[in-house]
């Protein structure tokens, strides 16, 4: 799902304490934050092995679906029926299947409904920080909508029949999940079919703010308007049955996503026949559903190296027109996928050009984009680019992409993401003339959540993840691959994605470990998108580097692929693959709150005393001079009062001689003190005498309890600078304050922490030393004036004629 529709969440404060908190392990303050994490991961076993990788027995569940459904447009309605197969891997015998009845959220007695607590998200009162207990409460417009529809709307699946074996099964309603019960066991290795009939009233998706729906569009020229239909969560399907969990039957309250099987699809649509479908596989039946002109130009699409229309702006604004009570039928069969979605209306403009990838999995892939007109100048742009953008940066960073085809289409969703389809919201604005227009920040909305939703077919459509239980397993790792594609299209768009812009939300107190289940987490947006993914980058560019990040990365992606990683399979793989023990990173950044804020206290010159006196005495007495003068004895020797300087024919042996005056006493001291070393003693001293280097030692503070590498930019009285990069594990016997010597030729002048702010450090000033004149604090309050100029509407605002006073007006006054 897109961060662009979750950033707007936040929900109520949690005290959580960390995973081992309950056992004391020192004495004191002190906290071992590298203490291993074996003992809060799970146990290996031969379904997953202690290295993260899947074991010598790993299995995993096919679902395969043979679905028909049918749109009914004018009462936005499904009815379908579908054929399930369901083969067991499994090592055990089922007696019952367990499918998510996803629709069955909306219902007014969901448990979604009845749990959803007052002012948990932005939809439903202020957002957390902003909210005042003396104040009464809020509700907004939004919500009072969506409680209209509610109340107008019979929501929720009828589930007409379940047959199997010949008769009626029975099944069980619980929520928004369903027990079937099978008409005999099913063993290991066994395959069971039965078949659904279902039908549902779709939401409208502005309403009720669901994953999918519907969008009405009142002014279009068509008695009655138009609808985009996105279709998803639709069918009832399996839940998933795994080695560590069994059933991941988990009620759906609409924030943790799906946990879903792999299998085969023929899904069969029927719609009226002006519409065009998008839908999840390959069309099996063009001749049927496509103009002859429309196939020609799709087999144009395949040589083209730029978007090629199948339906062109004016195609699409005639056929939106009018309507037809004709149907047609379209065929989509989708081979090892975990969900099915589709799109339908008359309203679409498609552009499609294909994009060879090369190897030998999927050489060609067909990449195809379908949007209204309320999404041009824009879409035709830039959105079948930023698909095939997405799969050149994240098939660099894991495989191949794995389908034939990819397609982004527009609709009433932010943002969300199903095998080989997503849904994209950005939209732009009609003009007064007729013209539409867009701001920067629509542009770089349309750009980063193509990108996004494009790359959850990687994670976790293809790396499939458990999203019910660990969103920042899906949203994480997307949202890092996201910023990487993002900072590769174009820089100087603000993505805003780096660690430097997680700091606010880490120094926050609205927070919870990313280690959180979906549906508890507060503020999604920053703890599962956000966070993790600056996590991600702070271990590939400062932590690990990026070749062994890389290959520990590729190494995931390949091991997982089309299979069911948990955490621990994350964590352990990047360990594992890298050989860097990365537990206290997994432990701060994971299963903490802490926050990053390292600080440089003080910076000590030490010299070396040679022991010489003739060599130190002279120095103490250099030393001594280099003092600033008495205020007292400057003013008195102004005012003439000093009396040996008033008397100076009066002197004697200590007016030429003074207390760091050298006698042989000393010396005889020296020549005893050298004849009690050890020749290598006496080596090592008269080396570092003759060598004279500067003994630095920088003293540094932890105010964030995350223990990071000190990133430290020294600069020499010759102006020059070095980067020296000291390991996180400086801080393992104390996380709180530690010391560093530096042994330099050169004079130490300025120590700055952290330079490039690589760390999500929140308090940049005390990095460094000296401390510096603070540059800006109105920085702070630039901010919304940023944003004021990315959302404006320049291609608008610079058709604005400048007002002029007309001759005369001056004078009426
Ligand atoms: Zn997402």
Redesign the pocket.
Known sequence: ???YI?WLFCAAILAVPTADAAIRQTKGDFEDKFRQLEEVLPTANAFRTAGGEPGHEYWQQKVSYDIDARLIENIRRIEGSERITYTNNSPDTLRFLWLQLDQNKFRKDSMAELSQSFGDSSRRGPKLEDRNEDKAPQISIDELRRQQFLADTDTGYEIISVRGGGGDLVHTIVGTLMRVDLARPLAPGQAVEFSIEFAFNIVEEDAVWARAGYEHFPEDAREGGNDIFLVAQWFPRLHAYTDYEGWTNKEFLGRGEFTLEFGDYNVEITVPADHLVSATGVMQNPDDVLSRTQRKRLEEAAKADQPVFIVTPEEALENEKEGTRKTTTWRFKADNVRDFAWASSRKFIWDAQAYHQGGDVQPMVMVMSFYPKEGEPLWSKYSTAAVIHTMKVYSRFSFDYPYPVAQSVNGPVG???YPMITFNGPRTDEQDDGERTYSQAEKRFLVGVVI??I??IYFPMTVNSDERQWTWM??GL??FL?AMAGLEWDPDIPWKVEPRDIVDYMKSEYQVPIMTQSDSVLRLGPNA?GKPAAALMILRETILGRELFDFAFREYSRRWRFKRPTPADFFRTMEEASGVDLDWFWRGWFYSTDHVDLSIDRVWKLRLDTRDPDIDFERRRQEEKDKPVSLIVERNRAERKLWVENNTDIRDFYDENDRFTVTNKERNEYREFLEDLEDWEVAALERAVAEDKHYYVLEFSNHGGLVMPLLLQLTYADEETEMMRIPAEIWRRNTKAVKKLIVTDRELTQVVVDPRWETADVDVENNHYPRRIIPSRIEAFKNPEDEALEKRDIMQDIKTELKVEKEGEKEKE
């Open positions: 799902m897109s961060r979750t943002g969300m993401e996004h939703e790359g959850h899906d949203e997307n949202s996201d998108y």
